[in-house]
């Protein structure tokens, strides 16, 4: 069989802009390559070559996307989501904006409680409608690839059904799906703790059959580092790697677990202190900050200046879910970060590029350099910076993905 090989060639960017390989932290996080007069030719959907035009070996049908005047940067990794989920709270969200409390809304069936159960009774096929449309919405937005959890069944059955949904709209979506397995996000209405661990141990079996990764929403209230470690050495023995929601509302020592584990990265790290940025600097663990989270639930944000000047690998994501943040922009998500955390905008672009990609151990995403995988993001601006500066808005006129141009309007 003669194999036909697909080209695209990315003529006369204004820029060229990329982190460079490997995970980034400290003042590697603020040295960008920066290319202005070369083009990119990408072919069967890897990164075949980055030169000045009249030095690339353009086939005479490759395909051509004139790129004059704009920005070119890897397309963006969304490293911590809940995409897969039923129902809505937009209705709760007005009430917590009338002055109602979560134990008010909680106490009527509402919060996480009322997403298990929606998600519970929707099919599969209405799960996939919903998160189908949700990631339309996050590749617009330049998202090329995505990590997804369950944890919005809380039962076998459900957990299962989140996971298949994932993988389903991974086989036919431009946008890579990552699969998480979060079975201990909390322990659902009428089982006590003791016995919702044992489910979760039994889950793991077969969750391991369609998930990466293995998280748990370590914090008081939820589950203990204890709890956590129990789950994580299971979850590792099925082939799961850990990760670890951790140091949210207060720092129990899941990030000491964390590191003990050997996890991929541990998320939120709003409470994190001096101390855990110092131990989290000396490990390969990924710091993932959701600045959005706390925008949306007007809480303190993760002290990422202490993280990053302690050496930590930080990385970005949207956290979308139900409950505490309701976007799919990551690039709003960017510009929280050097708003409220003190961050510049090429840490910002590297927590969502390489970093991010690091998180999720892919190691040929989220750059761009010869052999790297084709997945691109074609600004309508001619200064990269513009991505940040104009908070809120969307800059993404083009999504490479595998090397095929996709519209983002």
């Known amino acids: 069989m003669v194999h036909t090989m697909s080209t695209l060639l990315i003529k006369n960017p204004a820029q060229i802009v990329s982190p460079r390989p490997g995970s980034l932290r400290g003042a590697a996080l603020n040295d960008p390559v920066v290319r202005t007069g070369r083009s990119v030719l990408l072919r069967d959907g890897h990164i075949a070559a980055i030169a000045p035009l009249e030095e690339l070996d353009v086939p005479q049908d490759a395909k051509v996307l004139d790129a004059t005047g704009r920005t070119v940067i890897p397309g963006l990794v969304d490293c911590h989501t809940h995409l897969v989920f039923g129902g809505s709270r937009a209705d709760e969200f007005a009430q917590r904006t009338a002055g109602a409390t979560y134990e008010e809304i909680a106490a009527k069936g ?63 979506h431009p946008v890579d799906l990552v699969p998480t397995f979060l079975g201990a996000h909390a322990v659902p209405k009428g089982v006590s703790k003791a016995d919702y661990l044992a489910q979760v141990r039994e889950m793991i079996p077969e969750a391991a059959n369609s998930a990466k990764f293995c998280d748990v929403f370590c914090e008081e209230g939820y589950f203990t580092p204890a709890e956590s470690v129990e ?59 959701l600045p959005g989270v706390s925008l ?24 979308f879910n139900p409950g505490s943040n309701m976007t799919l922009n990551l690039p709003l998500m960017m510009s929280l970060a050097c708003m409220q955390m003190r961050m510049s905008v090429d840490e910002a672009l590297a927590c969502v590029t390489q970093n991010a990609a690091h998180a999720l151990r892919l190691p040929e995403a989220g750059c761009i350099e010869p052999g790297w995988q084709a997945d691109l993001l074609v600004l309508d ?11 809120g808005e969307n800059l993404v006129q083009t999504v490479i993905k595998k090397g095929v141009p996709h519209a983002a309007r």
């Open 110 to 172: 509402g919060g996480i409680a009322g997403t298990v159960q929606a998600t519970r009774e929707s099919s599969k096929d209405e799960l996939f409608e919903l998160a189908e449309a949700r990631l339309n919405r996050a590749m617009r937005h330049g998202v090329t690839t995505m990590e997804v959890k369950s944890g919005y069944g809380l039962d076998l059955t459900t957990e299962l059904k989140m996971l298949e949904v994932t993988a389903e709209l991974d086989a036919v």
């Open 296 to 319: 949306f639930l007007d809480i303190p944000y993760a002290p990422a200046r202490t993280l990053i000047d302690a050496g930590c690998i930080p990385a970005i994501a949207t956290d």
């Open 381 to 391: 601006t001619a200064n990269y910076r513009d991505l940040v500066y104009f908070y």
């Open 231 to 289: 789950i994580m050495e299971l979850a590792v023995k099925h082939g799961m790697l850990p990760r670890l929601h951790a140091d949210q509302f207060n720092a129990i020592g899941c990030v000491d677990v964390a590191i003990d584990l050997g996890a991929v990265s541990v998320d939120h790290l709003e409470a994190m202190n001096e101390e855990g940025a110092k131990k989290l600097a000396a490990s390969d663990v990924v710091g993932v900050l």
